[in-house]
Structure formats: C-alpha cells, structure tokens
C-alpha cells in the first residue's frame, strides 16, 4: 500500500515554530512531487507549498512564503514542513499528497492516484 503519515503538529503561540514530517511507505519519496496542502474548518484545501522531484524545485504560496520551507530527506524518505512564524491564520490540519511534476515544477494539486490522509492539526493561538 501507498501512503503517506502525516505528523508534528500541535498547539503553538503566534510567532512560533513547528515541523511536519511526511513519512512515506510503500514506495520511494524521492520519484514523486509531494504537496502539502491545509484545510480549515469549514473551508477547502488549500495548496500551502510542494516541492518536485529530482531536482528539489519548490513553490509557496503568497501567504506562506519566507516563513514556511519545504524539503525532503531521500534517506529517510521522508519530505519535510519548516513552519516559522505561525500565524493564527495558519491554524488548519495539514495534509501531505502526492502532486504532480510537469515542466520539471511541482503542480499544487492533489495527483488522481493520491487520496487525503488523516493530516495533523495545526493551531496557533495565545
């Protein structure tokens, strides 16, 4: 089985810190663009960033870019979520999907082969 487990969110003060792993099993991390992707209550996904396959290429999101920082470990075939400076508006679970690479860039879409896990909770707040 393909999959993907989600872990290291948890309750932190704005302006704080926090690091989501993405753990997969089943098959190599490093063949696949991966996208972490939020949903708040109420709301729908929302692409947050991915980073591409063979060559590390990332993409962010306006609303998260130079305090959030992708990456992966091919070693631990893990992909990794550095969460800076949280935001209230940051309070969602994260999700970690496979996505799709074309022009050698991550697409910030969930792969048709991909299906959400049960993410891991992220809240910000004092």
């Known amino acids: 089985q393909l999959q993907l487990v989600e872990s290291g969110g948890g309750l932190v003060q704005p302006g704080g810190s926090l690091r989501l792993s993405c753990a997969a099993s089943?098959?190599?991390?490093?063949?696949?663009?991966i996208g972490w992707f939020r949903r708040a209550p109420g709301k729908e996904h929302e692409g947050v960033s991915c980073?591409?396959?063979?060559?590390?290429?990332?993409i962010y999101s306006d609303s998260v870019k130079d305090r959030f920082t992708i990456s992966r470990d091919n070693a631990k075939n893990t992909v990794y979520l550095q969460m800076n400076t949280l935001k209230p508006e940051d309070t969602a679970v994260y999700y970690c999907v496979v996505v799709p690479t074309e022009l050698g860039l991550c697409v910030m879409r969930k792969s048709a082969f991909g299906s959400w896990g049960q993410g891991t909770q992220v809240t910000v707040s004092s």
């Open positions: 089943g098959f190599t991390l490093d063949h696949f663009g």
């Open positions: 980073i591409s396959s063979s060559d590390d290429k990332t």
